[in-house]
């Protein structure tokens, strides 16, 4: 039978609680659909433009899970009204998403406004209320942030908490999945007065993210997941800053930098810092967001690194956003592109699984990250290394332990081997795990690769049930001197294909 973990239990009646003195939780389990390949649209800001730009990758053979509808979907910020100017029918558009396959998520901050940068509305609908009933932070004083002039939500504060969980409602019931949890709060100064005294904006900040999450997963407890950013070194966001709490960041954005290869460079330093400190499932935002744009090789040597992390999250503006769109920079980077897409999608049931395990057991999906050789492990049975220069020259060592084989060439190599080779566009440096039982999707139910070694091997899989956070437990033995698995839940058979490098 699938299993739904119980992590969902703690939610919206009781007040948040700040983790900081907590003992370690586990990380969540990811929904399945989540670890995809989601797109956002952030140049037009229309109904059009997001099924444009879904479209425009459904329509080349690329697999899309989600999509992010980056602001200004709202008349203000942020009143949770859709602009139906830009958006008219929200509610045909997510239905007509959903259809096809694709989860929608929206973008927000936990601030209310009186001015907004780029709204016709300046003052949101519920300004006036959250001050007299002395909701906002800083005894509602307003502060200047990205899009304007407003409040704080103290989400120390369960009515608060609760009166935000209501004006969420209405959107959450049109069947979106979830959130881009933006950070607004850094905004509001390094000590934030809350309704428990004066707090520091990185202790204020977990009772935010946790609070957004609380309310998805109440709401969608299958599917329901915040984005939100876990641990970050750039400027603004402090040193050593880690935004969501780990029990309770369904997925991990690590963006907002440039294009090029000091921004790729960046961006992996985020990721696998990010991983170092517990996070269990870290994305990777293609193809930067500010400053310069990708060339075509830099953007699809960023969607090769984002393929081996937990989700492909492509979007931005970036100066043109057609810098971010991989078939206007020529058929090859089209090709290489999908070509990580596709790989990255027949690896979902294996991420899955792993994130399971470090659930119930510890640990994260990214290890072994080095961050001077650029190099790491997804999960236990896969290493590659970052390409972040031209020309795809590289040199990196495999790590010891165990032997690997090329997933390219099947050419296998011990553990502590050093390779030096050229790859091409739409090559990369990847390595299986001799000895590995892994779980992909071919479209065609359950297919188990291997990579056999000179001995019996065996794992159990937590196989994915539909799209959401339930699995079934599958347990593979695999006999390399007869050729022939094993697969069994429950102590029946289970029907399955096979693939052995």
Known sequence: MPRIKEFLTILALAAVSCNASSPVEPVPVTPAWALGHIVWEDQFNTRDAVLRLVNGYLDRGIPVSGVIIDSPWTTCYNNFTWDRTLYPEPEALLAELKSRGVHSLLWLTGCTNVTCNDRGQQKSDNFDEAVAKGYGVNDGQTSRWWKGDGIHIDFTNPDAVQWWYGLLDSVMAEGVDGFKVDGGETAFGDSVKTSLGVLSNRDFRRYYYDAMYDYTVSRRPETGIILARPYSTKSGHGINAEFAN???????????????????????????????????????????????????????????????????????????????????????AGRAYKEAVLLHCRLVPYIFSTLVDAHLHGGTLIRNADLEAESHC?????????????????????????????????ERFPGGSVIERDYTLDEFPLFVRV????????????????????????????WPEGDGIAYRDIHVRFDPATGKADVTSDGELVPHGMVVN
Request: aromatic share 12%; net charge negative.
């Open 246 to 332: 780990k029990s309770k960041m369904s997925l991990g954005w690590c963006g907002d930098f440039s294009g090029d290869w000091t921004g790729l460079k960046e961006q992996i330093a985020d990721v696998y810092n990010s991983a170092l400190a517990g996070y269990g499932a870290v994305g990777t935002e293609i193809g930067g967001f500010y400053r310069a744009p990708s060339t075509k090789e830099q953007l699809v040597r960023y969607a090769q690194f984002g393929a081996m992390t937990a989700c492909m999250i492509n979007g931005g503006s970036n100066r043109p956003f057609e810098n971010h769109i991989p078939w206007w920079h020529g058929e090859d």
């Open 378 to 410: 997804l999960g236990p049975d896969f290493f590659t290394k970052a390409i972040t220069g031209d020309g795809g020259h590289v040199r990196f060592t495999l790590p010891s332990g165990c032997d690997w084989a090329d997933m390219r060439t099947r």
């Open 435 to 462: 000895g590995a039982i892994v779980p992909m999707n071919t479209g065609d139910g359950l297919t188990v690769f291997v990579c056999p070694g000179d001995k019996v091997a065996e794992t159990t899989i937590h």
